[in-house]
């Protein structure tokens, strides 16, 4: 492939720690950003370490700077990594037709524009026959069509037999879980409704809101697609199972692949229904034409009925769990971030589906500074220890200086407190369980908040939750 | 029992104020004709329309952006060896020697002889809507605060949480945070007098007022 390039990683923490070391990997020049805010991060050491330039600006929300600091970088191509810039095909849309072009690594503005919207997709998923979750296929501006389309998903619920029916409210521009909230009682929703569109104003300043049928008791599957530039010839590389969140409905701990037929009894095929999301996720792909790496996200039902939920049009957190299952033409050691920005690059894919296998059970361990008995509230203070015992079947992933080289780090409140992403493999699922047990065992974790009370994590909650891994609770 | 004289003998010791101009962003940075030893001018007007002295521009992605002065004072550094450079955000651009003015320094006093709620964390803070309503409608002067009101409403990490005051009961004399602007912990959200302190509040102003002597 062609090296030539320099990749201005505009982003932060664990994920610039990845791309960087990916573009390190493909022999390929990269720059990074941070803010003042952001100085200890690790992700300015490494960078550092592997001939990276770096750059201060005053914020990683800011297109500007982002543009202005890859011009001066010399970037061919800008790599948003996920969140900030990831999913805004404005952005991408710039990026590739200003004057000095570069390329966006993700997929195409058009494609991002056609998916990255939670009601688009719903809108072509539905064309496609692709089953969806009910409700408004728009953001909802008005507080009285907002109560009417909710009090039709009551109405229909009741008429299905639920008894105890539950409508979503959302922010539309939100993502990751922020700013939803249920509403129980119908009577209710208009103080929820004015919550959380007060909330989504005040974050996203967008006060748009979607209303849903809430479904309950699901399993959160996800399906991991590439493809190249052609958008012809788009791949799966397996599913996900991501139904372990906190109580705010952010992802904690996710498993590839999304079940275990062989292992636990489910009340539907599951090997036919990961076959038929992934046929599905691969249709919409081919429909749009998709061109880089991508999340088709689901809901399945106790009873294993599918709804594709959204699309997310760019990297994820948890793509390093489906790449540790993954075998390319048998080989292990696949690396979605570096295929992400080779097939970016304009490189062809270079294999098909059949040369995709998958092989075991990996699981990733979202090692955050939370409170899981409150409400999963943030912690915030100084990291002093993070250490663990390297093994051959675990990656971690992290930005936190106090496990690079030991020194000491605090959080920074401008953003979530997740330290490091830890993935184990095993060759079947018991064998994962009991290395995930083993690493969480070996976990060291240490600091102190400035009152001087003691560090808090997630990491008893994420030992607690490794044994029920992808059971239906 | 505030000691108004010597706070005030205290700062006229030393009244100027050392302010650093930094780049607020990226960007191409041409230089204006100040120089150092010159003397500029702040943000000025009843609603601070007019922007001070004009010291630098920065240009990114082809929009010029003014770098002005935005208190008055003696201009004692200016980096001109960054002319025509790329600059990253935060970078020292000029350096200005300020005198404190009057408000300047009601503030300062006010800090010793108000109720000073702070802030509990770093975070973002917003009032709560109904709060929000009143300053927007009568000013913060309007709205009077007791023990254990829900007051504020805490933001970071995109989680929010309501911030009940503690202290004596009084009026919202002072606003200390901004808008979406991050407020270190302990740093003071908002100043509050109690009514039997409101007469030593306006003598304190009134002393000021007749004090102070501004600088051009």
Redesign the interface.
């Known amino acids: 492939m062609d090296t030539n390039h320099i990749v201005l990683i505009a982003n932060r923490g664990e994920i610039a720690v990845r791309i960087a070391q990916a573009c390190h990997r493909l022999g390929i020049g990269f720059a990074c950003v941070y803010?003042?805010?952001d100085a200890a991060s690790g992700h300015l050491q490494v960078a550092r370490e592997l001939g990276g330039a770096l750059?201060?600006?005053?914020?990683y929300h800011?297109a500007?700077?982002i543009?202005?600091?890859a011009d001066?970088a010399g970037a061919t191509a800008v790599h948003p990594g996920y969140g900030f810039f990831a999913e805004d095909f404005r952005f991408a849309r710039r990026v590739t037709t200003r004057d000095r072009k570069m390329i966006f690594i993700g997929p195409s503005w058009q494609v991002i524009q056609a998916l990255g919207d939670k009601i688009n997709t719903k809108r072509l998923a539905r064309s496609l026959g692709v089953p969806t979750v009910p409700g408004s296929d728009r953001p909802i501006y008005d507080e009285q069509e907002a109560e009417k389309i909710a009090r039709s998903l009551y109405e229909f619920q009741l008429q299905q037999g639920v008894a105890h029916p539950l409508v979503l409210v959302k922010a539309s521009a939100g993502g990751g879980g922020?700013g939803i909230e249920e509403v129980y009682d119908i009577d209710q929703f208009r103080s929820v409704y004015r919550s959380i569109r007060?909330?989504a104003l005040?974050?996203f300043k967008d006060e748009g809101v979607l209303i849903e049928q809430r479904i309950c008791e699901f399993n959160h599957l996800e399906v991991q697609i590439v493809a190249d530039r052609t958008g012809k010839n788009p791949v799966h590389f397996g599913t996900r199972n991501c139904s372990i969140q906190s109580t705010?409905r952010q992802k904690r701990l996710e498993v590839a692949p999304g079940f275990a037929p062989a292992d636990i009894k489910y009340d539907f095929d599951a090997a036919a229904l990961l076959d038929t999301i992934t046929s599905h996720s691969l249709k919409l792909a081919q429909k749009v034409g998709y061109d880089n790496v991508g999340t088709w996200e689901w809901i399945v039902t106790r009873d294993g009925s599918p709804f594709l939920m959204e699309v997310n049009t760019r990297i994820q957190v948890e793509n390093g769990v489906s790449a540790k299952i993954a075998r390319l033409n048998g080989k292990p050691g696949v690396d979605l971030i570096s295929e992400q920005i080779r097939l970016g690059l304009g490189e062809p894919l270079g294999y098909t589906q059949s040369d995709v296998s998958l092989e075991g059970f990996g699981i990733e361990y979202r090692i955050i500074a939370e409170d899981p008995a409150n409400h999963f509230?943030?912690w915030?203070g100084r990291i002093e220890r993070f250490s663990w015992e390297p093994q051959p079947w675990l990656s971690m992933h992290t930005h936190v200086p106090a496990a690079l080289d030991g020194t000491p780090y605090d959080i920074p409140?401008?953003?979530?407190?997740n330290l490091a992403l830890a993935i184990v493999w095993g060759a079947d699922l018991a064998e994962a369980k009991a290395r995930g047990h083993a690493f969480l065992d070996s976990l060291v974790l240490e600091g102190h908040d400035?009152d001087g009370s003691p560090l808090q994590s997630n990491v008893a909650f994420l030992k607690d939750r490794t044994d029920g891994i992808l059971r239906f609770a | 029992m505030l000691d108004i004289t010597r706070l005030l003998e205290d700062i006229k010791a030393s009244p100027h104020e050392e302010i650093v101009i930094r780049a607020?962003?990226?960007?191409v940075v041409a230089f204006e004709s100040c120089r150092p030893g010159d003397m500029v001018s702040g943000v000025s007007g009843e609603w601070k329309e007019r922007p001070g002295t004009l010291l630098a521009t920065l240009t990114?992605?082809r929009?010029p952006k003014p770098v002005t002065a935005m208190q008055s004072g003696e201009l004692r550094e200016l980096h001109t060896e960054l002319e025509g450079k790329?600059v990253?955000?935060?970078t020292p651009l000029a350096v200005v020697r300020h005198f404190l003015s009057r408000e300047e320094v009601i503030s300062m006093l006010l800090k010793h002889a108000l109720h000073l709620f702070t802030a509990p964390?770093?975070?973002k803070y917003?009032f709560t809507?109904a709060v929000d309503i009143k300053i927007k409608t009568g000013g913060s002067r309007s709205v009077t605060v007791h023990h254990g009101m829900e007051l504020l409403i805490m933001?970071?990490?995109?989680?929010?949480?309501p911030v009940y005051y503690t202290g004596p009961g009084g009026i919202i004399y002072t606003v200390y945070f901004k808008h979406n602007q991050?407020v270190d912990?302990g740093a003071p959200l908002l100043g509050v007098c109690p009514e039997s302190q409101l007469a030593v509040v306006e003598e304190l102003v009134l002393r000021v007022q007749t004090e102070w002597k501004e600088r051009a």
């Open positions: 803010t003042e805010e750059f201060r600006v005053s914020s800011d500007n700077e543009l202005s600091v001066q922020m007060n909330y005040r974050q705010g509230s943030p915030v409140t401008e953003f979530d407190p400035k | 607020p962003h990226t960007g990114r992605e929009n790329f990253e955000a935060g964390e770093r975070a917003y809507p933001s970071r990490m995109k989680r929010e949480t991050n912990a």
